[in-house]
């Protein structure tokens, strides 16, 4: 049973810094693209970043470019989001997700329950 869980949310102010982490069980780590999602109250969901299965490739949303860096450890079986200069537009509940590296899909394939990132002005 695959299971993706977030952590790490929480209220913080603006300009502050807060570090996502999640934690993947269930599958081969390595064999998965891995990516953040937020999905804001009363708005799409919408891509935040995403790490290829080496690490090598990285791609993040126009939104938080500069401001939020993605990052995976396969030994730990999990994946992190640095962000950094945080504002207030930045709230919302941020998800992962993983995708194995042989889909022929954009489609991401396994989702977390997401943790709730609040930032205030």
């Known amino acids: 049973q695959v299971q993706l869980v977030e952590s790490g949310g929480g209220l913080v102010q603006a300009g502050g810094s807060l570090r996502l982490s999640c934690a993947a069980s269930g599958l081969t780590f390595s064999r998965y693209r891995m990516g953040w999602f937020r999905r804001a109250p009363g708005k799409e969901r919408e891509f935040v970043a995403s790490i290829d299965w080496s690490g090598a490739f990285k791609n993040y949303g126009d939104l938080v470019k500069g401001r939020f860096t993605i990052s995976r450890d396969d030994a730990k079986n999990t994946m992190y989001l640095q962000m950094n200069s945080l504002k207030p537009e930045d709230t919302a509940v941020y998800y992962c997700?993983?995708?194995?590296?042989?889909?022929?899909?954009?489609?991401?394939?396994?989702w977390g329950q997401g943790t709730q990132v609040t930032v205030s002005s």
């Open positions: 997700a993983a995708r194995d590296k042989t889909s022929v899909s954009t489609n991401y394939d396994y």
